[in-house]
Each structure stands twice: as C-alpha cells, then as structure tokens.
C-alpha cells in the first residue's frame, strides 16, 4: 500500500548534476517529513538532507551548498537536485518518509523506504 520509488540515478563525469525524484504514495503526504540518505558498500546509511511537511530543511555538511531537497506537496513528490558531483558522492540514494513530528536525521525514526537509486560520478 505505502511505496516510495526513486529514480533519475545514473553515471555522471565528476562536476556534472542530477536531479533525484521521489514518487510517495503516502496518507496525508504533506504531513511527512522527506529525507534523502546514501550508501555504501562497507559504510553505514549516511544522511544526506530532509525536508518537514512545512519546508524546513537540513542537509549534511559535505553536501550544503552543491544539493537542494525540494518536495511537491500537490504532486506528491520529493526532489534532490545534486550540482558539482564528486566521485565520493557515489552511492546508492534512498528516500524515506517519517510521519508527522519534527524533521530527522537519523534513518531510524523514518517509517517507509524506498528501493534506491544509484548514483555513480566517474570520468
């Protein structure tokens, strides 16, 4: 019933953008706090940025400034438009969903997850 699906992951040459999208099928979406997080092989689920049903955001310091999360309330969305990629921004990209609260940064208070999206920067 619930699905968050991801996609707009691909293979990128270092410096270039992409933008993530995140289709939620969510009871009252609004009232979710969207965030985005990535991993790794052999490294534990990173933050990476969220966003509150009201618009706040908070983003992981090696990203700030080069990502934007975004979300579409009507659409029932949730973006990350990533500029200037680095090779070390290689990793698979999930999105999640916490129910209503404050927003999170810590993938265990997030309810649904979605598949992943893989993102790899190389020349």
């Known amino acids: 019933q619930v699905h968050l699906v991801e996609s707009g992951g691909r293979l990128v040459q270092p410096g270039g953008s992409l933008r993530l999208s995140c289709a939620a099928s969510l009871p009252t979406f609004s009232r979710y706090t969207m965030g985005w997080f990535r991993q790794t092989p052999g490294k534990e689920r990173e933050f990476v940025a969220a966003i509150s049903w009201a618009g706040g955001k908070t983003y992981q310091a090696d990203v700030k400034g080069r990502f934007t999360i975004s979300r579409d309330n009507a659409e029932n969305m949730a973006y990350l438009q990533m500029n200037s990629l680095k090779p070390e921004d290689t990793a698979v990209y999930h999105c999640?969903?916490?129910?209503?609260?404050?927003?999170?940064?810590?993938?265990?208070?997030?309810?649904?997850w979605g598949q992943g999206t893989q993102v790899t920067v190389s020349s």
């Open positions: 999640a969903a916490r129910s209503g609260g404050a927003i999170s940064e810590f993938w265990r208070e997030y309810d649904y």
